[in-house]
């Protein structure tokens, strides 16, 4: 009996879902259903998604956004659950979004015109302390004005979540610096010690990256490392350091869109749009800081936007 | 009087005061003996280290790489895995797409409204105004027991309106909705199945003590790939974690049925099933009420974890608000679900305590109740026609505390960071950085042996293999020093916990108003998200393990406060009077005969405790740890299935030794103080 009731069900659901595969196939190439955008938790992201998302809602397409982890969401572009993720920074996700290329599932839709940078940055009052900065042999020099009871005699610099990435402790051990990486997590508690130590004026170090609302909020200054060139990563006898690698700064670099691959056709008339989104770097620290530190609803800021730069967005869909 | 009495007293007292001494010491290196050997094992293999380097630190070499083992299977399973007319995701798919349908609906109720198409016209069904809702939760309250709980009800939503959370709100309950009576159906379902026979028992334990022990993040991402982004796999995930406290709850009411009301079933000749609905499940209804009281608590405790992959809501807010540090936006998010979570949770009682009394016909009927929500609907609906304010509430009227919690934490942050800095460092130098050291430098072997000894001691041969077992795991799998990390900060906590929430549950018991407030405290640490008070701790302590012991504390002491309270109010009245009769003081009342008496309470509480300690490390992950709640957490972002299981297991690993230990421990204390045969 049982088994008899396990077999009717799992046929009920394979004809179910028969049927949705049918339906979806009958649908002409511009098709009504959304088109599902991958948001994030961070601002620029969501901004820019909604951006996007209000042209295609112009064009008169659906969309939804679906909210979803930044790495994790490569699997569901390949398998068509989401169709577009926004942001994938080069600094952050290159590896990533290489792998899911190569797998034929997701299509690169270019580069949003946004600049990425990120790398050891300090407040301004920090120059005071320790003079000589922006230079980082400066700042070695007075490592030890940085240092707290688990790092002593070393600077504390504080890293991003060891998820990251980012060779920090390459970085250190290549260039001799007297200092220690200890992560932060979440950007949720790296900014927030940013802001304790802002607020009373202690030196700090830590990683920051823009474009993100911490650099707008707080004055301060990025560390001026050996400039970062391919070779520094992959060949040790470049730079100051003939043994090792990462003896340079971070590299900077783009922030691109992904789609599923199947976009093209479903919805060419969004393909061709999608591929057209440019932003600059200042254009969305403004309106980063409208959301962050005005505290003004993304929506709110959004709509304004796409009021004010009708032209710019015209051009996109045409 | 003569000196020579005086003396002979005097005498007598230093007699006896000795005898006692001795008998103290003998009894003391007795208890001693145990721990010297512990000591003497670990020593000992730690010795032999210094020869064999594998006792020492298990090589590299030899660890058993189970994690690709997982994920190649994973992805057979995703990829290839075919059931004959259609795949395995295919299967997943349909059954998040079942479940879509009514999540969809509770989520149009509530707070999008429903597009229809009907006829060729396309129409939108309006959703909920949120004075009917809260016009319905009233009533709720009203018919369930009365005004106070109509007031509560109707006073929580009014916060979630006022403080401008209502919209979240509405989707965080729409999820909680739906998830919830699927997830207490699930754990009714496996609870009667492990309820008919023993071998079923048998086999779906385990599976309950994995699911509520490997830390969600681990399977999430497995669930993303066979369900899909969004909500619904976000609710599948809300619902594995907080189905087993059901299965539990409903297999210990049916196991208590009394036997002359099975037999009077049996004799009235009622078929298997008429048993099952008419006699086993009403009988087993306190019980199954106590299992769903637990699966809201749960699911709501879920809310943040469930944003992370898909569910929007409060949840999302609390993130979002943290990640611009807008502390007191977070807090008031946060403290909406504690809202929820409470008035869910009131409900939840009063409906249990209704279901008895309907029995006697008091309380409201179905029709009364039914026409009384259809008027304030009605009622609601006309006035949301006459002002828009009673259908979506204006959010200039809105009003937030936020900027009193910034300008809070900035001052603190400002005047009082010495003391807390001094106190973090204090903690850091002198009582983490030593634990750490030492226990990262155990030899593993000497620590599995002497875990070893001691499941032996507590219950014989096969506590001892699977103690062996659990350990091995973690070692072959090449986890053991992050294992003793976790074990490192999740025991201080632990202890901590343990040590003031003893302290608080002995000063609270017996002040009966004191209780209450307390009571209300612990509900709010339990569901307020972690979060909320994790960035706070940043700010004053600073990324590192002491914002992380702050964390797990606030969060892990609540179980001892309550079963420390419940213990020491458990003690029979009989005993209490007796031992004030022969002229006990309140402190010797207290250690002599509460204590003793409620300490199966408190070891339970304190094994609570640690389970909730070690459920926190992934939430601690997020701030840095370099346990195996960080390995669970990368495991996540890089979505590694894997990796991610492995850590999760581990972790489950220790929790189960600790637990087994644990249980072992209290029924030895049980059988000495004869409380039970």
Same mark, same amino acid.
């Given at each position: ?318 | ?155 929580? &939503? ?304 096969? &506590? ?24 490192? &900060? ?188």
């Amino acid at each position: 009996m049982r088994n008899i009731r396990m077999l009717c069900f799992l046929m009920l659901t394979g004809v179910l879902l028969l049927g949705t595969a049918i339906g979806v196939q009958a649908k002409s190439p511009e098709s009504e259903d959304p088109i599902k955008i991958s948001t994030h938790d961070w601002t620029s992201q969501r901004i820019s998604s909604r951006i996007m998302g209000s042209v295609l809602q112009k064009m008169g397409y659906n969309v939804e956004y679906v909210i979803a982890d930044y790495l994790a969401q490569f699997s569901g572009l390949e398998s068509g659950d989401l169709h577009l993720a926004m942001e994938i920074w080069e600094t952050t996700g290159r590896d990533a979004l290489l792998k899911s290329l190569a797998t034929g599932d997701t299509e690169d839709m270019g580069k949003t015109g946004m600049h990425a940078k990120e790398d050891w940055w300090y407040p301004s009052y920090v120059k005071e302390i320790c003079p000589g900065l922006p230079d980082w042999k400066a700042l070695n020099a007075c490592a030890e004005k940085f240092s707290t009871p688990e790092t002593a005699p070393k600077g504390r610099y504080l890293g991003g979540a060891a998820t990251w990435g980012g060779h920090d402790e390459e970085r250190i051990e290549a260039l001799g610096l007297n200092f220690e990486v200890i992560h932060a997590g979440t950007a949720a508690a790296l900014s927030a010690e940013i802001k304790a130590a802002y607020e009373r004026k202690e030196p700090i170090v830590a990683w920051v990256w823009s474009p993100n609302w911490v650099p707008y909020k707080y004055k301060g200054e990025w560390v001026e490392f050996p400039q970062y060139t391919d070779n520094c990563y992959s060949d040790p006898k470049w730079g100051s350091n003939p043994d090792m690698r990462y003896d340079c700064g971070k590299p900077e670099g783009w922030i691109k869109k992904v789609a599923w691959s199947g976009l093209k056709t479903k919805w060419p008339g969004a393909h061709q749009a999608i591929g057209n989104f440019r932003i600059s770097n200042d254009e969305m620290g403004a309106l980063i800081s409208e959301v962050d530190l005005e505290d003004r609803k993304i929506e709110d800021v959004v709509s304004q936007w796409m009021k004010d730069n009708a032209a710019t967005w015209k051009k996109w869909i045409q | 009087m003569t000196t020579t009495t005086k003396d002979r007293a005097l005498q007598s007292v230093l007699f006896s005061a000795a005898a006692d001494c001795r008998t103290l010491a003998r009894r003391g290196v007795e208890r001693l003996r145990p721990l010297a050997i512990v000591l003497a094992i670990v020593a000992g293999v730690g010795l032999a280290g210094r020869h064999l380097g594998w006792i020492d630190a298990y090589p590299d070499s030899w660890i058993v790489p189970l994690k690709d083992w997982i994920s190649a299977a994973m992805a057979w399973l995703l990829h290839e895995c075919n059931l004959g007319l259609f795949t395995f995701k295919e299967m997943t798919r349909s059954i998040s797409w079942l479940i879509s349908w009514p999540l969809k609906g509770a989520q149009g109720l509530l707070y999008q409204g429903i597009d229809l198409s009907i006829l060729g016209g396309s129409w939108r069904l309006p959703h909920l105004p949120w004075a009917a809702v809260v016009g319905i939760g009233a009533l709720l309250g009203l018919s369930l027991q009365g005004w106070r709980l109509a007031a509560m009800t109707a006073g929580g &939503l009014l916060y979630l309106v006022l403080f401008g959370q209502w919209e979240s709100a509405m989707e965080t309950l729409a999820s909680v909705i739906i998830a919830v009576p699927l997830g207490a159906l699930l754990g009714m379902v496996l609870g009667i199945i492990s309820a008919r026979t023993k071998t079923a028992e048998a086999a779906i334990r385990p599976v309950l003590d994995l699911m509520q022990t490997v830390p969600i993040f681990a399977y999430l991402v497995p669930i993303l790939f066979l369900f899909g982004f969004g909500p619904v796999s976000a609710m599948i995930g809300t619902i594995i974690y907080a189905a087993p406290p059901m299965v539990r709850c409903t297999l210990m009411g049916l196991r208590s049925v009394p036997a002359d009301v099975v037999e009077s079933g049996l004799v009235s000749g009622c078929s298997r099933r008429q048993m099952l609905f008419k006699i086993f499940l009403p009988s087993a209804l306190p019980e199954i009420m106590v299992g769903l009281n637990q699966v809201i608590m749960l699911s709501l405790n879920m809310v943040i974890i469930a944003s992370m992959i898909g569910a929007g809501g409060l949840g999302y807010d609390v993130l979002n608000a943290l990640r611009q540090l807008k502390i007191g936006r977070g807090l008031e998010a946060g403290l909406s679900i504690v809202v929820l979570a409470v008035i869910l949770d009131r409900l939840s009682q009063a409906a249990a305590r209704k279901s008895k009394m309907r029995e006697r016909g008091i309380g409201w009927t179905r029709r009364k109740s039914l026409a009384a929500a259809a008027a304030v609907i009605i009622l609601t609906g006309g006035a949301s026609v006459l002002w828009d304010g009673f259908y979506v509430y204006p959010e200039s009227w809105s009003v937030t505390t936020a900027p009193f919690w910034e300008g809070a934490m900035t001052w603190i942050n400002l005047h009082f960071y010495d003391f807390f800095y001094g106190l973090r460092n204090l903690l850091l130098i002198y009582i983490l950085m030593p634990v750490k050291k030492f226990l990262v430098e155990l030899p593993w072997a000497g620590v599995v042996a002497a875990l070893a000894f001691i499941s032996y001691r507590l219950q014989g041969v096969r &506590l001892l293999l699977v103690t062996v077992g659990l350990c091995l795991f973690i070692t072959v799998t090449g986890y053991w020093e992050k294992a003793i990390i976790t074990v490192y &900060l999740c025991g201080i906590g632990a202890l901590l916990s343990s040590l003031g929430g003893i302290f608080i549950g002995i000063c609270a018991a017996g002040h009966r108003r004191l209780t209450g407030a307390l009571n209300l405290l612990l509900d709010t640490l339990q569901t307020l998200p972690a979060f909320v008070y994790l960035m706070p701790c940043v700010i004053l302590f600073r990324v590192g393990d002491v914002s992380a012991l702050i964390a797990i504390v606030a969060y892990a002491v609540v179980p001892v406060i309550r079963y420390t309270l419940h213990g020491i109010s458990q003690v029979p009245t009989p005993v209490l009077e007796s031992s004030r009769i022969s002229g006990c003081s309140k402190r010797q009342l207290l250690v002599k005969v509460q204590l003793p008496l409620a300490l199966p309470d408190i070891v339970l509480g304190i094994n609570q405790t640690i389970m909730m300690a070690l459920s926190m490390v992934v939430i601690t992950a997020l701030i840095g740890t370099r346990d195996l709640g960080q390995e669970v957490y990368m495991a996540l972002t890089k979505a590694d299935i894997g990796r991610g299981l492995v850590a999760g297991v581990g972790v489950a690993c220790i929790a189960t030794v600790t637990d087994r230990l644990m249980q072992a421990y209290i029924s030895a204390i049980k059988h000495k103080t004869g409380q039970t045969p």
